[in-house]
Every structure is written in structure tokens, then in C-alpha cells.
């Protein structure tokens, strides 16, 4: 479906009556003809909505809350200083992430360090940076951080990473133990095995590292079908009581209370979320995602059983930026078919290759046909937008669009999170160009690939064959 009710944009998006749209004050039509296409467009308007709104919510009802901006969502260096000037700390998960957090200016003392089988290059890249904390994912990773501190004579913080039992979310929804198969598996040490106190001993017992507390990621569910804002909620909730019961056991077995307790991220931003299936016939539903101060409650009152006042750090991604970034496409080709099934297919410049997490889970991205009225009428024919590349390739399927035409633009919505991050050059196609909006303002924020840039990792001169044919 389309959304020219615009119910379901971002507060930064607006449809005029004559059809032109605009994000953060910059006409997309404008920004196509002076950029091309296909291209991202940041708004920086948005993203501080999002992260102030969020603030406000936690600050409302935690003591010391801390707010890390998860750089894996979108770590365009436009996105990273506009998060670092609101105050956000940095949760980063390679070396090339902490690289680029200290270049945009983030200062070491609020940048968090996260990954499972971190590299020892990492390691010490973190370690000589002086980061506020490396959340510890193994026993063996302790023995690893433990010869870097040595080799350079320094102590290092150090929050370690549980996997979570979830015993009672589990009994009250058995349904979700694929869900949390498929995003936890690898991650952290286990409460339930021992292996999580263990860990937590074994950073204790070390004089080159300091304890400063734990840290969970209970992640997005909204890969499920029957994704609800209540299901996600009472997820947050069980998960901080969980952490909050383990800090206890932890504060019995050893004496030392839990400086800060990291409950990762999980969020969306939005009033909605766009769940699809690609392949099946339909490009879903929206689902309402939880408002911030929801979430926050929710929060509060996993907390409840805290008796000591910790640090509660937050690391979240697709709240910061997934609706505060849209691609921009123009329409290559229309085609009407009448098997399998009636259908317009609509072609576009950009590909699935610039979003594969849609084909990673269920979210899906809203549409709006620039330079068409909000109250156009759609078109009779369902409408599949695809991609040019030579697989199969569904931008958006089954959606209601007005009766768009060759050369015609579509913005695709809520293109923030695990799309630029996740593109690829599937067929050679260079990834798009990226700007920054700030109420009007437009700046350039990543250029646009060029087949220079595709072929320059080749290996210069290589002959496999004979000169002047083949073998």
C-alpha cells in the first residue's frame, strides 16, 4: 500500500496537495534533478526528534540513563557526528567502526565496544583508545583482553555479555524460542549454565581488568509474523527483570554490586512498522511499534527490583535512524502482465541489493510516488515494484500506487537502519549517492560509486590466458 495519508511517515515527510513531497524542508524532486538518483537522503531534523523524544522518555523514569547509538544500523560518518553532537554515546562492533566513531569526534570515554570473536587487532585498537567499556562475550576473550592490558600496562572496563534464560517469557510465549534462536545464539556467556557468573568471576579475579557490569541485547522481534508493541514490551520487561535477578545473585555470590546494567537496543522508530515477506504475494501490514515513553515504562518496571542505583545503558540503531533516512528511485519501466497473475510490474534504478535486509527479515519499506497528488487514484492493477538486477529482486510487492510512468520518482521510507550498511554491488551496480538534510539545508554526505570504483581492488595486470586467445 501506499501511504499518501502519510499516517505512517516520519514527522520531518510532507505531501502538498499538488504532489510534491518534501523531507526536512528539501523538495525531492529538486533533489533528484541536482543529485541524481538513486540516492539516500538524511534528514538531520529527524534524527534529533528521535533521539530527543527517546531522552526525554528515559529520563522521565530512570535515574542515570545512558543513550549509545548503535553505529552497525547506519554508520555514515553524516549520521555519526549528528548523533555524537546530541550527546550519544557510541556503541561500535569492529575496528573500522571505533576508527570512524574517534575520527567523527566521539570522545573515547563514551564509546562502547560489542561483538562475539572480537579480533586481537580490535582488541587493542579498543584498549589504546581508553573506551568507556568492552562488553566481554567469552571466557576466552577474557584471557585476550587480559594480555593486551598487560602488554600495554593499563586496566580495562569490562561489562559482560549474558545470554538470558528467559524462563518466564518463554512460559508465557513458547512461540519465541525461534526468535530468540535465531537472534542470540552466538552471543554472551549463558545464566542459566553458570557460564555468565563464571566470566563475571573470572574479570574479577584479574587485576588488569575492573568489573562495571553487565549487558544483554534482546534485539528487534519483528521478524515474527505476529509481531505486537505488547509481545515486544513484555519482552523489554522480562529481559530487564532477568538481568536485574542475576545482578542480585551476582551481588550474593561475590559482594559487589553492578556499576551499570546494558540493555542493548530492540527499537524502532516510527508509529509503525512496515512487516512483509518477500515472495509470498503480499507486501503486508503495518504493525504500531511501542511509543518511547511505553517503552520506557516497560523498562521501569523491569527494573523495580533494583536496589541500588545503576548506570542503565542503552544501545539503539534502528530507533536513532530508520525512518530518518529515504531512498529516492526513478521509474526505469512499466509493465503490465496478465499471467501468473494480473500485475503492473514497475522497474526502478535502485535494487534489492541496496536494502538486503529485506530479504533478511519481514520489514518492509512504504512508498509514495513523488509529483502525484495525495489523494491520486490508485491504479487498479496491484503493483510490484523490482530492481534491475538479474535475480529475483522485490523492492516492494502488492502495494496500491497511483498510475506512476517512466521517469516518474518513488520514495522509499524508512530506509535509515541495515540498508546502506547491507548494500552490496551484486551485477555491478555502484551503491547510490547519500545526502544530508538539515530544514532545507543540503549537503553531500557520500558520493555516488562509480564502475572505477568496482573494478580498482582488482589486481592490476593479472593474465590468466594466453596472449591472444584462450586455453
Same mark, same amino acid.
Given at each position: 500500500?501506499?501511504?499518501?495519508?502519510?499516517?505512517?511517515?516520519?514527522?520531518?515527510?510532507?505531501?502538498?496537495?499538488?504532489?510534491?513531497?518534501?523531507?526536512?524542508?528539501?523538495?525531492?524532486?529538486?533533489?533528484?534533478?541536482?543529485?541524481?538518483?538513486?540516492?539516500?537522503?538524511?534528514?538531520?531534523?529527524?534524527?534529533?526528534?528521535?533521539?530527543?523524544?527517546?531522552?526525554?522518555?528515559?529520563?522521565?523514569?530512570?535515574?542515570?540513563?545512558?543513550?549509545?547509538?548503535?553505529?552497525?544500523?547506519?554508520?555514515?560518518?553524516?549520521?555519526?557526528?549528528?548523533?555524537?553532537?546530541?550527546?550519544?554515546?557510541?556503541?561500535?562492533?569492529?575496528?573500522?567502526?571505533?576508527?570512524?566513531?574517534?575520527?567523527?569526534?566521539?570522545?573515547?570515554?563514551?564509546?562502547?565496544?560489542?561483538?562475539?570473536?572480537?579480533?586481537?587487532?580490535?582488541?587493542?585498537?579498543?584498549?589504546?583508545?581508553?573506551?568507556?567499556?568492552?562488553?566481554?562475550?567469552?571466557?576466552?576473550?577474557?584471557?585476550?583482553?587480559?594480555?593486551?592490558?598487560?602488554?600495554?600496562?593499563?586496566?580495562?572496563?569490562?561489562?559482560?555479555?549474558?545470554?538470558?534464560?528467559?524462563?518466564?517469557?518463554?512460559?508465557?510465549?513458547?512461540?519465541?524460542?525461534?526468535?530468540?534462536?535465531?537472534?542470540?545464539?552466538?552471543?554472551?556467556?549463558?545464566?542459566?549454565?553458570?557460564?555468565?557468573?563464571?566470566?563475571?568471576?573470572?574479570?574479577?579475579?584479574?587485576?588488569?581488568?575492573?568489573?562495571?557490569?553487565?549487558?544483554?541485547?534482546?534485539?528487534?522481534?519483528?521478524?515474527?509474523?505476529?509481531?505486537?508493541?505488547?509481545?515486544?514490551?513484555?519482552?523489554?520487561?522480562?529481559?530487564?527483570?532477568?538481568?536485574?535477578?542475576?545482578?542480585?545473585?551476582?551481588?550474593?555470590?561475590?559482594?559487589?554490586?553492578?556499576?551499570?546494567?546494558?540493555?542493548?537496543?530492540?527499537?524502532?522508530?516510527?508509529?509503525?512498522?512496515?512487516?512483509?515477506?518477500?515472495?509470498?504475494?503480499?507486501?503486508?501490514?503495518?504493525?504500531?511499534?511501542?511509543?518511547?515513553?511505553?517503552?520506557?515504562?516497560?523498562?521501569?518496571?523491569?527494573?523495580?527490583?533494583?536496589?541500588?542505583?545503576?548506570?542503565?545503558?542503552?544501545?539503539?540503531?534502528?530507533?536513532?535512524?530508520? +525512518?530518518?533516512?529515504?531512498?529516492? &528511485?526513478? !521509474?526505469?519501466?512499466?509493465?503490465? #502482465?496478465? $499471467? %501468473?497473475?494480473? =500485475? @503492473?510490474?514497475?522497474?526502478?534504478?535502485?535494487?534489492?541489493?541496496?536494502?538486503?535486509?529485506?530479504?533478511?527479515?519481514?520489514?518492509?519499506?512504504?512508498?509514495?510516488?513523488?509529483?502525484?497528488?495525495?489523494?491520486?487514484?490508485?491504479?487498479?492493477?496491484?503493483?510490484?515494484?523490482?530492481?534491475?538486477?538479474?535475480?529475483?529482486?522485490?523492492?516492494?510487492?502488492?502495494?496500491?500506487?497511483?498510475?506512476?510512468?517512466?521517469?516518474?520518482?518513488?520514495?522509499?521510507?524508512?530506509?535509515?537502519?541495515?540498508?546502506?550498511?547491507?548494500?552490496?554491488?551484486? +551485477?555491478?551496480?555502484?551503491?547510490? &549517492?547519500? !545526502?544530508?538534510?538539515?530544514?532545507? #539545508?543540503? $549537503? %553531500?554526505?557520500? =558520493? @555516488?560509486?562509480?564502475?572505477?570504483?568496482?573494478?580498482?581492488?582488482?589486481?592490476?595486470?593479472?593474465?590468466?590466458?594466453?596472449?591472444?586467445?584462450?586455453?
Amino acid at each position: 500500500m501506499s501511504i499518501s495519508d502519510l499516517a505512517h511517515a516520519p514527522e520531518v515527510l510532507a505531501h502538498a496537495p499538488d504532489g510534491s513531497v518534501s523531507f526536512d524542508g528539501a523538495d525531492l524532486a529538486r533533489l533528484a534533478a541536482d543529485h541524481g538518483t538513486p540516492t539516500w537522503v538524511i534528514s538531520a531534523s529527524q534524527l534529533r526528534h528521535n533521539y530527543t523524544v527517546l531522552h526525554a522518555a528515559l529520563s522521565a523514569r530512570l535515574s542515570r540513563p545512558v543513550i549509545a547509538y548503535s553505529m552497525k544500523a547506519n554508520n555514515n560518518r553524516a549520521v555519526v557526528q549528528t548523533m555524537a553532537g546530541l550527546g550519544a554515546a557510541m556503541d561500535c562492533s569492529s575496528e573500522h567502526e571505533l576508527a570512524l566513531a574517534v575520527s567523527a569526534g566521539v570522545p573515547a570515554g563514551k564509546v562502547i565496544i560489542n561483538g562475539n570473536g572480537k579480533s586481537r587487532a580490535y582488541l587493542t585498537a579498543a584498549i589504546r583508545t581508553g573506551v568507556w567499556q568492552i562488553n566481554v562475550d567469552s571466557i576466552a576473550e577474557v584471557g585476550r583482553i587480559r594480555a593486551i592490558a598487560r602488554e600495554l600496562g593499563v586496566t580495562v572496563p569490562c561489562a559482560v555479555r549474558l545470554k538470558l534464560s528467559y524462563t518466564t517469557l518463554l512460559e508465557r510465549d513458547p512461540s519465541y524460542e525461534r526468535t530468540l534462536r535465531v537472534a542470540e545464539g552466538k552471543f554472551g556467556s549463558s545464566t542459566r549454565s553458570g557460564d555468565a557468573e563464571a566470566v563475571v568471576k573470572a574479570v574479577l579475579a584479574a587485576e588488569e581488568l575492573e568489573f562495571v557490569g553487565v549487558t544483554h541485547h534482546a534485539g528487534f522481534p519483528g521478524i515474527r509474523a505476529d509481531y505486537t508493541a505488547e509481545r515486544q514490551l513484555m519482552h523489554q520487561t522480562l529481559c530487564a527483570q532477568e538481568i536485574v535477578e542475576f545482578a542480585r545473585l551476582l551481588r550474593r555470590a561475590t559482594g559487589v554490586t553492578v556499576p551499570r546494567i546494558n540493555l542493548g537496543g530492540g527499537l524502532r522508530s516510527g508509529r509503525s512498522v512496515y512487516l512483509s515477506t518477500p515472495g509470498n504475494g503480499t507486501d503486508g501490514e503495518f504493525r504500531a511499534l511501542p511509543r518511547p515513553e511505553e517503552y520506557a515504562e516497560a523498562i521501569a518496571a523491569g527494573l523495580v527490583q533494583a536496589d541500588w542505583d545503576p548506570i542503565v545503558q542503552f544501545e539503539t540503531g534502528g530507533f536513532q535512524v530508520g +525512518n530518518a533516512v529515504l531512498l529516492l &528511485a526513478r !521509474v526505469q519501466d512499466v509493465k503490465d #502482465v496478465t $499471467r %501468473p497473475r494480473e =500485475r @503492473r510490474y514497475v522497474t526502478l534504478d535502485c535494487a534489492m541489493t541496496m536494502f538486503t535486509g529485506r530479504g533478511l527479515n519481514r520489514v518492509g519499506f512504504p512508498v509514495i510516488a513523488v509529483g502525484q497528488r495525495p489523494d491520486a487514484p490508485v491504479h487498479p492493477l496491484p503493483v510490484e515494484l523490482v530492481g534491475p538486477t538479474c535475480a529475483y529482486d522485490s523492492v516492494a510487492e502488492d502495494i496500491l500506487l497511483p498510475d506512476v510512468r517512466e521517469g516518474g520518482l518513488v520514495a522509499l521510507l524508512n530506509h535509515g537502519a541495515y540498508c546502506e550498511v547491507l548494500s552490496t554491488q551484486f +551485477n555491478g551496480f555502484p551503491r547510490p &549517492a547519500v !545526502v544530508y538534510v538539515d530544514d532545507g #539545508v543540503v $549537503r %553531500p554526505a557520500r =558520493r @555516488r560509486e562509480t564502475l572505477a570504483d568496482i573494478w580498482e581492488r582488482e589486481s592490476a595486470g593479472l593474465d590468466l590466458w594466453p596472449a591472444g586467445g584462450t586455453a
